[in-house]
């Protein structure tokens, strides 16, 4: 009986270890990433500082799709539903005023996403353009045309 007890005890006191182990071994790839995303921000600031803005914004959309492949092939499966199209529609806004839109190796991931929600500030904004429109149509003159709503 005595036997079983130490061998137990030995398990579990094994397990403890390597759980901390493993927890720090974590903590250190975490921290990897951090100080990645701290190096990147530096630099951002840095070149932006010294306005070189063009250079951070193309080095940012040459990152995009590579980025974005890899969200989908490594870490897709760790994401709700809601995070993940909310991490995409970002990444798809940053191609909308692009007469070539997203790069052909992403374009199948992002079209398969569901259509995106309106943000705040969208529906601020339309709010404020029918109130607007609202305006002009009770100021309007009698024989006068109506402004025209989208």
Avoid at 18 to 26: A, E, H, M, P
Avoid at 99 to 108: C, R, V
Wanted: net charge negative.
């Amino acid at each position: 009986m005595k036997r079983i007890l130490k061998t137990l005890l030995f398990v579990m006191v094994g397990c403890v270890i390597g759980f901390v182990l493993g927890s720090l071994n974590s903590y250190r790839g975490l921290a990897f990433f951090a100080d990645i995303a701290l190096f990147e921000i530096a630099i951002d600031a840095h070149q932006l500082q010294h306005g070189h803005s063009d250079s951070v914004l193309e080095r940012k959309m040459r990152a995009l799709p590579v980025l974005v492949q890899q969200h989908e092939s490594s870490y897709r499966n760790f994401l709700s539903e809601k995070q993940w199209n909310g991490t995409l529609w970002t990444v798809s806004r940053c191609y909308e005023d692009q007469e070539s839109g997203p790069p052909a190796s992403i374009k199948h991931i992002l079209d398969a996403l569901p259509p995106r929600p309106l943000t705040s500030c969208e529906i601020k904004r339309r709010a404020s353009e029918e109130k607007k429109t609202e305006e002009n149509d009770s100021t309007a003159e009698p024989g006068e045309p109506k402004a025209d709503k989208d």
